[in-house]
């Protein structure tokens, strides 16, 4: 029975195992072992995991008989994943277990514990060695493609030998072609000459001969002359008799060295071929570094490699002496991380391989750049409404980038940044239009981005959306025309100014004192209000962008506007547009004077804020969009307040 078992310690189980299940267990510990042994020699940390078959074998010891014949071993397992034998120093068990008290200290539940933890680290053990079989796998098939590569490299370069041999071969055999044509055909002109030297000497003999055998004497005398002279003439023909040209051949040392070198190339490690940088990859730089890459597509040995950069600068003079001064590094890796750079910068890199035989060509230069500073959000050019923001900056950088992110926020009652945050990205210029909600308010900034990614974030400005708020421009204001510090108060001051001290531009206005502000470019509802004393002579309204800047505000069909006049004996006050007013009476002196713009309905109205009373409404259908506008036709001060809720009586 397989019940009989001794729990001994928690760290410790004591089983008492009949024989026969002894065996069992003991074979199957022994098919441990070898499992064991075999990933002993396949792991490289053996030596180091307590997992070999010493920690595996089970050992007899004293062997306890039962009193019904069968025989008991006694066995300890313990936690730590050994498990071995030890003797029984208890007394023998009885066979139904419970008179010795066995089941109660036997709990299954333990054991099953144990084995469940020895299998789970047993199997940990084999998915380990299955990784590491799969890494040597990878190693194999490496080597085994180094290999390749190698004899691919061998039999090119053997190729490369039998090819120069041959062709050696080939060009010593028509060396010798040549040459040998050349001396047959000097041999055969030396016996062509010799032939014909021996056809003239036998007709020489021959002639002799006849004139000698001559009887009539008259007649020798008459021939032999010219006999005797041409026979003289043959005599001092010089017949050279010996070869015109050798019988040896010339065989000259054949040169071998470019092969001997192809030998020795075979076990010399080549120097590397240029390498190829990449191009600069999205968000890989940051302000002030970049993250090079480069490859290298050969299978030249390399152990390092140098990255040269320096910063491209415009208008460079072509003296060299000039020119920016070249940095380097030295790395090991195809990657590299060049730090200490310079904002919004533009550098040109390239790279270089060595080995122990030499130094590569360089590679092609590459342009890569460092990401741009943070804008400048340009707060007095920016203005709202409860539907939308428009924003402008300024980018703060030499080299131009290629869009703009904004990044908005809505904020809490106390001025604390929510978690909602939307950003517009591909913003090609430096202003931007944003759709809000209103009654909220909102953390606007804005990030530069070019190839290598994003720049951090500007210092972040405060829009609330509660009612329309725009600043003055002050490029189109009067030269008599002064600002308050915060933008929003204009004063006409007592001294009146000639004509020539007055510095005009081609926006500001000429004839009337007056400034327009800048109203945000959204169609919808719009509401400000301006503040003024009783004695100040005043004109407030919209007009078109483009009014003329030379004439009164209301005196044309681009502007339309309030006007205060102070007399004598009362206020008078004019609603002018194309230079006429419908006659009306205020009783009542405004001070503060509400102005409400509808473009949807088409209306400019004017309110005596102070009393909610209504004062009058122009009808219009504005085409284009309008400005504030505001003069002053007396020395005083004007104060222009914006940003604030529209009374529910304005749009009514």
């Known amino acids: 029975m397989l019940g009989d078992f001794h729990l001994k310690l928690p760290t410790q189980v004591i089983l008492l195992i009949p024989t026969p299940v002894h065996r069992a267990v003991s074979a199957l510990m022994d098919s441990n072992d070898i499992r064991g042994g075999r990933l002993d020699v396949i792991s490289e940390e053996s030596e180091q995991q307590d997992f070999s078959r010493e920690s595996s074998t089970m050992e007899a010891y004293n062997v306890v008989p039962e009193p019904g014949g069968r025989t008991f071993q006694r066995f300890s397992v313990n936690t730590n994943e050994s498990l071995r034998f030890e003797p029984c120093e208890d007394s023998c068990p009885s066979p139904t277990g419970a008179e010795d008290g066995y089941d109660d200290v036997f709990e299954k539940g333990e054991c099953e514990g144990e084995v469940t933890s020895i299998r789970n680290q047993l199997q940990g053990k084999v998915a380990e060695m299955e990784n590491f079989a799969g890494h040597l796998e990878e190693i194999f098939l490496t080597v085994e493609e180094n290999f390749g590569r190698q004899e691919q490299h061998l039999e090119q370069h053997y190729n490369d030998v039998l090819q120069t041999l041959s062709q050696r071969y080939d060009d010593r055999e028509t060396e010798l072609q040549e040459e040998k044509k050349g001396k047959l055909e000097s041999l055969y002109n030396q016996l062509v000459a010799c032939g014909q030297a021996l056809d003239t000497s036998k007709e020489l003999i021959e002639t002799a001969q006849e004139v000698y055998r001559c009887q009539d004497k008259r007649l020798f005398l008459k021939t032999v002359m010219p006999v005797i002279k041409r026979v003289e003439e043959f005599a001092k023909e010089d017949i050279d008799l010996s070869l015109s040209t050798s019988l040896e051949f010339i065989t000259p040392l054949a040169d071998l060295s470019d092969v001997k070198t192809m030998m020795d190339s075979i076990n010399i490690v080549p120097a590397p071929s240029a390498p190829v940088i990449n191009p600069q990859l999205p968000n890989s730089a940051t302000q002030t570094s970049l993250h090079v890459c480069w490859s290298l597509f050969s299978d030249d040995t390399v152990e390092y490699y140098e990255l040269y950069y320096r910063p491209v600068l415009e208008d460079t003079p072509a003296d060299s002496t000039c020119a920016p001064q070249e940095s380097k590094v030295k790395v090991k890796e195809t990657h590299c991380t060049v730090t200490e750079l310079l904002p919004n910068a533009q550098y040109e890199l390239w790279v ?41 900056w300024e980018s703060g950088n030499t080299n131009p980038v290629d869009c703009y992110t904004v990044e908005l926020s809505e904020t809490g009652t106390v001025g604390t940044e929510n978690n909602i945050t939307e950003s517009i990205v591909a913003v090609p210029t430096c202003q931007c239009l944003i759709q809000l909600q209103a009654g909220r308010q909102y953390l606007i900034s804005v990030r530069a981005v070019n190839i290598g990614g994003p720049s951090d974030r500007s210092d972040a400005i405060t829009i609330s959306t509660t009612g329309t708020f725009f600043y003055l421009l002050e490029d189109t204001a009067h030269p008599c025309l002064s600002m308050s510090e915060d933008g929003f108060t204009i004063f006409y001051g007592d001294e009146e100014l000639p004509i020539t001290a007055m510095a005009f531009e081609d926006n500001t206005f000429t004839r009337c004192v007056a400034i327009l502000g800048d109203l945000i470019p959204v169609r919808g509802r719009h509401y ?18 483009d009014t003329e800047r030379d004439a009164y505000l209301g005196a044309n069909g681009s502007s339309w506007c309030m006007r205060h006049i102070r007399t004598r004996s009362r206020h008078k006050y004019e609603f002018l547009h194309n230079g006429w007013s419908p006659d009306l009476r205020i009783t009542v002196h405004p001070v503060r004077i509400g102005v409400a713009l509808d473009y949807d309905r088409g209306t400019l109205s004017f309110f005596n804020a102070n009393l909610e009373q209504h004062l009058h409404t122009f009808h219009c259908h504005f085409h284009n969009y309008v400005h504030p506008c505001f003069s002053l036709d007396n020395p005083g001060a004007l104060t222009v307040h914006n940003g604030i809720q529209a009374p529910d009586y304005t749009f009514i």
Request: charged content about 25%.
């Open 352 to 392: 270089t391989a060595t080995n122990t035989t030499g130094i590569s060509p360089a590679s092609e230069k590459a342009l890569y750049m460092t990401v741009p500073s943070p804008p400048v959000i340009k707060q007095r050019e920016c203005s709202s409404c409860p539907e939308a923001a428009l924003i402008r």
């Open 528 to 545: 400000w209000e301006v503040e003024v004393d009783d004695e100040t002579e005043f004109r407030v309204g919209v007009a078109y962008e």
